[in-house]
Each structure stands twice: as structure tokens, then as C-alpha cells.
């Protein structure tokens, strides 16, 4: 069973990479579903059929289905929602900003599409899951969740059930709080559960992969690498980059010369941030990425004889010790001797002979400072300190 996230900045090609992607699977005999997580869902676009919330056969081995978030956030939470707008609106207001903050949630919807996404995985009935992400922001807020929220839940809702039962009116005499019924609880528990669950389908790295998409343009690329680090920092398990709407040399002479250049300095850069990572490159086609006809030309033009199923990469490019205040970089094939280090404001440059990397400075450590630097197995350990 395998996981694939597509995640990226919107309109750099997410929705068309994950339908080709899966539509180059499914060709090879394994059964597939796509996920959309975007509430503005476009699978049914790109395979010009209209999908619903239930999974919907597309071809032998082909379905697609389009999360229905408010669907899927009713039956995840609702009774607990109106619990906590109960409290709200209690005299003697029930835990004030925390319970405002808990209906605010940024990202609460997202989640509840993983816990379906969750709900596939574990019915076991696909070889190979697809999801096509909302635009970067939102998945990154998902990353943060487990914790923060359980953590909030429990501050809003502290007691344990047991005591509510047998004290649930005379601390709501007391407190002037509405308790919330036996079946609140019931949910409450099975959320946290779930949350775990998916924390740890997330982050085994044999199951789960995200992919990050750009294109070849400086803005995007800054938001794939805050990405890309952000997704590392936390241990999920990125496989592949994917630089979308490259243009063809042919496309360059003319009008569009000037672009070549541009081009050129954004795809070194891109080799230079994620040189670690495999890359692959999709030119801009001459028509768009619609009907499984075209996407599975374009998913054979992504991969060729990669198996786009496959872990295609797992290896810790990064971690941050906050403990010894190191930063530890995998830098496999690099000689002692030939490394050169500096230190931008926002990013640390390593030089490995005639190429340079660039590493996105950790918010663990702003303001501090470069303090020793060791290299030994491949890996480079740089010690900050604060100024
Ligand atoms: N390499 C490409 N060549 C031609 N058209 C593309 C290419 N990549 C994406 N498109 C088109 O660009 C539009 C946006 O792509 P889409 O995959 O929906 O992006 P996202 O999901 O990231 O918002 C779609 O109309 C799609 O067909
Ligand atoms: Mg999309």
C-alpha cells in the first residue's frame, strides 16, 4: 500500500501531475485511487468526467474521488462543534479565547479530508492512494496538528468522563457550564485516536510520500523550499521534486529569448536546493493536461521507466537538534576537503568542489551564528550559537 501527497503553490500543475501519475500506476496493473483535498476540486476537470465524494471508476484500475469537507467535517466533529458552541455562548463563558480558538482552527477542514483519506488506507481496497493537495499553505498547517490540537482540546475539555458522570450536574451547577453529553465524549475520543493513527501512517516513510511541485520561477521555487524543509523538519518522507512548465528550447527563440535565461538561473537553482532529492522535468505542453489519454502521455513523459508508485527516495537530507543546537546535513559523496561553508542571513551555502547547495537557515536558529562545523560520514554537523 502506498501514500503519494502532491502538494505545492496553486496553478503550478498539482491536480495534473497526481491524475498522470496515477494514471501511469494504474496502466501498470496496480488498482488506484485519486484524493482531492482541494475544496476547489478539479479532478473532475482533468478527467473531464464528474466525480463525487464516493470513489468513481474511471477505468479497470482508475478511481477518483473529491472529499466533500463539509461532508466529512459533520461526521468527524459536529457533535463536539456544537459542544464547544454550547460553552460558548454559557453564561460565565466556558474557557473563552481557547474555545473561540478551536472552532477557528486554521486548517480544520484539511484535517478532517486526511482522517478520509485515513478511512482508505485502513479499508485496504487500493494498492496505491493519490492525493492532490490544496496549495501549500494549508497542508503545512495540517502538519503542526496533532499535537497542538489535541493539546487544545484537552485544555477546553478537561475532564474525563468518568467524573462527569457522576458529577456532571453539580459541576454545572457550580461552574455554570454545560456538561456535554456521554456521546461528546465517545467522539472526542475516537478523534484522538484517529489523529493518532494518521500521525503515524504519515510519517512511515514506506508507505507515505509527498512530492513537492514548482516550476521554474523564483517565487515559486522560495515557497517549494520552505516547503520542502518544513516537510523534512517533521520527518514526512519527501520522494521527488517535480519542475512543471519548463519551456521548450524550440518555444525560447523569439519573443520568449529573454526567458531563456531566467530559465536556466531558476533550474540551477532548483539543482542546487534539492540536489539530494530526484527531479523530474515536464515542459510545457502544447495543450493542456485534460482526458486520460493525455495524462497517461504526460505521466510516461514524467517518469519514463520510473515506476512513479515506487519510494522513490528515503534518506534524512536534514534534522534539526535543538539539544546541541546542530544542524546535521546528509551530504553523501562529498570530500572533506573540498566543502566550504557560508553563511547567508536566511541560508547557509555549502560548497562541495565547483557546486554550491543551499540550505534554508532552521527557525530554530535565527539570529544565531555559525559556532564550529564537523564533517564525518557523510554527514556535516554545523553547531550554532547565539550572537
Ligand atoms: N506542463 C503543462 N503543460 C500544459 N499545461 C499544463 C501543464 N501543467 C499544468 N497545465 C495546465 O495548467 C492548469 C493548472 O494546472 P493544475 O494541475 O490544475 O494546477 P494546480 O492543481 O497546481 O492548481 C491546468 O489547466 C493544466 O491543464
Ligand atoms: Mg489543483
Not at 37 to 52: E, N, Q
Request: proline fraction near 4%; hydrophobic fraction near 40%; charge should be negative.
Amino acid at each position: 500500500m502506498r501514500v503519494i501527497i502532491y502538494t505545492g503553490k496553486g496553478g503550478v500543475g498539482k491536480t495534473s501531475m497526481a491524475c498522470a501519475s496515477a494514471c501511469k500506476i494504474a496502466k501498470s496493473g496496480k488498482k488506484v485511487l485519486v484524493m482531492s483535498t482541494d475544496p476547489a476540486h478539479s479532478l473532475g476537470d482533468s478527467f473531464g468526467v464528474k466525480i463525487g465524494r464516493d470513489a468513481t471508476k474511471l477505468s479497470d484500475k482508475l478511481y477518483a474521488m473529491e472529499i466533500d469537507t463539509v461532508y466529512e467535517s459533520e461526521k468527524s466533529w459536529g457533535s463536539i462543534k456544537d459542544y464547544i458552541k454550547n460553552l460558548l455562548t454559557a453564561k460565565g463563558n466556558g474557557g473563552g479565547i481557547e474555545v473561540e480558538e478551536l472552532l477557528v482552527f486554521p486548517g480544520l477542514e484539511e484535517l478532517f479530508s486526511m482522517f478520509k483519506i485515513l478511512e482508505v488506507v485502513e479499508s485496504g481496497e487500493y494498492d496505491t492512494i493519490i492525493v492532490d493537495c490544496a496549495p501549500t499553505g494549508e497542508t503545512l498547517a495540517l502538519l503542526k496538528y496533532p499535537e497542538r490540537l489535541s493539546g487544545l482540546i484537552r485544555k477546553v475539555l478537561p475532564m474525563e468522563k468518568a467524573v462527569v458522570k457522576t458529577g456532571g450536574k453539580l459541576i454545572e451547577g457550580i461552574m455554570k457550564v454545560p456538561m456535554p453529553e456521554d456521546n461528546v465524549f465517545d467522539d472526542i475520543e475516537y478523534l484522538m485516536d484517529k489523529m493518532e493513527r494518521l500521525q503515524k501512517l504519515m510519517l512511515d516513510k514506506s508507505v507515505v510520500s509527498l512530492r513537492v511541485v514548482t516550476t521554474p520561477e523564483k517565487i515559486v521555487i522560495n515557497e517549494a523550499k520552505r516547503n520542502f524543509t518544513c516537510l523534512y523538519l517533521y520527518h514526512y518522507n519527501v520522494d521527488a521534486v517535480i519542475v512543471n512548465h519548463i519551456y521548450p528550447e524550440k518555444a525560447m527563440e523569439g519573443y520568449f529569448s529573454k526567458w531563456q535565461k531566467l530559465q536556466e538561473d531558476a533550474l540551477n537553482e532548483i539543482k542546487e536546493s534539492f540536489s539530494e532529492v530526484p527531479r523530474f522535468y515536464v515542459e510545457l505542453q502544447d495543450k493542456e493536461i485534460r482526458t486520460m489519454e493525455v495524462l497517461e502521455e504526460v505521466g510516461d513523459k514524467i517518469f519514463g521507466e520510473s515506476d512513479p508508485s515506487a519510494v522513490l527516495f528515503e534518506n534524512e537530507i536534514y534534522s534539526v537538534d535543538t539539544e546541541n543546537n546542530t544542524l546535521r546535513i546528509y551530504l553523501p559523496f562529498a570530500d572533506k576537503e573540498e566543502l566550504r561553508l557560508e553563511q547567508d542571513r536566511n541560508e547557509l551555502i555549502v560548497g562541495v568542489k565547483n557546486e554550491s547547495r543551499k540550505f534554508p537557515m532552521p527557525s530554530e536558529f535565527a539570529g544565531y551564528d555559525i559556532a564550529s562545523a564537523k564533517f564525518a560520514d557523510g554527514y556535516l554537523n554545523i553547531r550554532f550559537e547565539q550572537e
